[in-house]
């Protein structure tokens, strides 16, 4: 839950050079492959003698679609494109409950188009493939082979679930949201993701309430700062790390990338007043409402890494990792494994940043003893992991 991240949204383009002809508009039919991480589908286009790899939105696997490139020259590795006309549906297409979900529309969510099981199964096939390919682990691992995202509480059909939201102003007034990998705006008059009370970000603080197995604890958060969206996402995660740490009176926790304390306050609880936890935040502020959160817990501001390597040769039986998208890396990987901690719990927005960090982890004798992934965003591709790393023998 750290301070630092901030709610996903669509990468925009890099500018580039051309290189070639233009294919942008050109419409192909081809049968569509497997899921790619990023919320894009695979598919390949023949051009006389040649193929090419285009990563296709708003199709399924297995269909036959009609795709329009959105962005390709003739040098391209490989191109973007829409479905735009489906000719062989997959079972689990349905009609996007949003009228602004679909190609050249707004860019916010991947999987409208998606029945809710099936999102969840893209998701899964996506951590699973990313765990396999850059993490290492054997694709026929039961922790893989079973592994399914599930639902947090109170979600039930995968809408009005963001309890904030940011729009952009619209051409002649009013307000919208952006194109996907694009400055241009479509006027929204009501985003059905968004909770109806949902708030825009604003200066200030605001006061988050979670209770988990009839324990609740309070957090002053920045207006402007991190904490999750989905209103069941803080219950699910906590229950999770608490499960597979299993911390107990008298443990010592390091909470990294600690945002507001969330984890340390329940840790707290757990390890009691001959434990100890320490919650390290690279921002300033959420640091700060730690301090004021969690009174029971040591709050260090600093970039992690560098606290990391300030803490010296100080020990932890517990710790969490809940990193930015781009993962905790070597660095902090291995600055984390040399303090020799039983367990590690780490929380993960990102599949293929888990993944390298798991390989990491793995050169130095931790293993990946659970797996469990949540769907903290329906409509959209982002997943939640939560895994359970144990050093082998002990």
Known sequence: MSGTRRPPRGRRP??????????????????????AHGGH?????????????VFVRHALPGEQVVVEITEGTAGDRFWRGDAVSVVSAA?????PPCPYAGP?????????????????????????????????????????TGLVVEAVPGDVDGLRWRTRQRYVAAPGGGRGMRKYRSHEVIPVADCLIAAVDAREPAPGTVVERVDVGGVEHTFEVAADGFWQVHPGAPEALVSAVLA??????????????????????????????????????????????????????????????????????????????????????RAVVEAVVARTPRKIA????????????VAIFAEHGYRLRSLRAFDLFPMTHHVEGVVLLEKTGL
């Open 14 to 35: 890099r500018p580039k050079a051309a290189k070639g002809e233009s294919y942008v508009g050109r419409r192909f039919e081809v049968e569509v492959g497997p899921v």
């Open 41 to 53: 589908f695979v598919a390949r286009v023949r051009i006389e003698d040649a193929s090419r790899v």
């Open 91 to 95: 079972a689990d297409r349905v009609v």
């Open 104 to 144: 050249g529309l707004c860019g916010g969510c991947d999987l409208q188009h998606v029945s809710l099981s099936g999102q969840r199964d893209l998701k899964a096939t996506v951590l699973r493939e990313q765990l396999v390919r850059l993490g290492g682990l054997d694709a026929s691992d039961p922790l893989l």
């Open 244 to 329: 597979a740490l299993s911390p107990a009176p008298g443990d010592s926790a390091l909470d990294l990338y600690a945002g507001v304390g969330l984890f340390s306050a329940y840790l707290a609880d757990r390890v009691g007043p001959f434990g100890q936890v320490v919650a390290v935040e690279g921002d300033r502020t959420a640091s700060a409402l730690t301090a004021s959160n969690v009174p029971a817990a040591e709050a260090i501001a600093g970039d992690v890494g560098t606290v990391l390597a300030d803490l010296g040769e100080r020990s932890f039986d517990l710790v969490v990792l809940d990193p930015p998208r781009e993962g905790a890396r």
């Open 346 to 357: 780490y929380v993960a927005c990102d599949p293929a940043a888990l993944a390298r960090d």
